[in-house]
T-cell receptor, first 116, second 113 residues
Framework: NAGVMQNPRHLVRRRGQEARLRCSPM?????VYWYRQLPEEGLKFMVY????????ESGMPKERFSAEFPKEGPSILRIQQVVRGDSAAYFC??????????????FGPGTRLTVL | DAKTTQPPSMDCAEGRAANLPCNHS???????VYWYRQIHSQGPQYIIH???NNETNEMASLIITEDRKSSTLILPHATLRDTAVYYC??????????????FGTGTRLQVTL
């Protein structure tokens, strides 16, 4: 059973370009979460999605960032007009249950975004 | 979600038990204790969780005090591959926003020869 897959693993963008990060959850998981880890900092929650719905986006920056999890295909985290401060590791996690105490999240290997 | 307090770093000799403490004195009755670890820039890895009873799985044991205000993660025979940052997280159950994980600064465990 494949784990959570993220691609690309490394992404380099110049300031002002767009970055698209993809996450394929574990088989059977319909809940996806995105986290960001800035250099030398801890992981910060960004957004929680179920299929076709955003459940909690309390950690998403108000501008330039968006996320989706369509009925078919991977979840996408999209960053428009990237700036150097967006350089970070972006981790995706998935789970098979809704909000419950047994909602273990399984993480992917991350995408390391570098903005030049 | 309740706040947790962990020591910033710990050392452990390979083959010995690693005991990682966590204080969560404001934990409420419906909050579970979760442990994750992050090995050098990899994605975090789920280890174990519990409510009030002690728990054990193939990776570790979780000991929760009777008043639930603190817990200890035990790696019974630490190896060099257990070197990582260990995060103790408490989460409210069964609410619409319960699913996110709030990571603190964790404990950096260094396992040495």
């Amino acid at each position: 059973n494949a784990g959570v897959m993220q691609n690309p693993r490394h992404l380099v963008r110049r300031r002002g370009q767009e970055a698209r990060l993809r996450c394929s959850p574990m088989k059977g998981h319909s809940h996806v979460y995105w986290y960001r880890q800035l250099p030398e900092e801890g992981l910060k929650f960004m957004v929680y999605l179920q299929k076709e719905n955003i459940i909690d986006e309390s950690g998403m920056p108000k501008e330039r960032f968006s996320a989706e999890f369509p009925k078919e295909g991977p979840s996408i985290l999209r960053i428009q007009q990237v700036v150097r401060g967006d350089s970070a590791a972006y981790f995706c996690a998935s789970s098979s249950l809704g909000p419950s105490s047994y909602n273990e999240q399984f993480f992917g290997p991350g995408t390391r975004l570098t903005v030049l | 979600d309740a706040k947790t307090t962990q020591p910033p770093s710990m050392d452990c000799a390979e083959g010995r038990a690693a005991n990682l403490p966590c204080n969560h004195s404001t934990i409420s009755g419906n909050e579970y204790v979760y442990w994750y670890r992050q090995i050098h820039s990899q994605g975090p890895q789920y280890i174990i969780h519990g409510l009030k009873n002690n728990e054990t799985n193939e990776m570790a044991s979780l000991i929760i005090t009777e008043d639930r205000k603190s817990s200890t993660l035990i790696l019974p025979h630490a190896t060099l591959r257990d070197t990582a940052v260990y995060y103790c997280i408490v989460r409210v159950a069964n609410t619409g926003t319960a699913s996110k994980l709030t990571f603190g600064t964790g404990t950096r465990l260094q396992v040495t020869l």
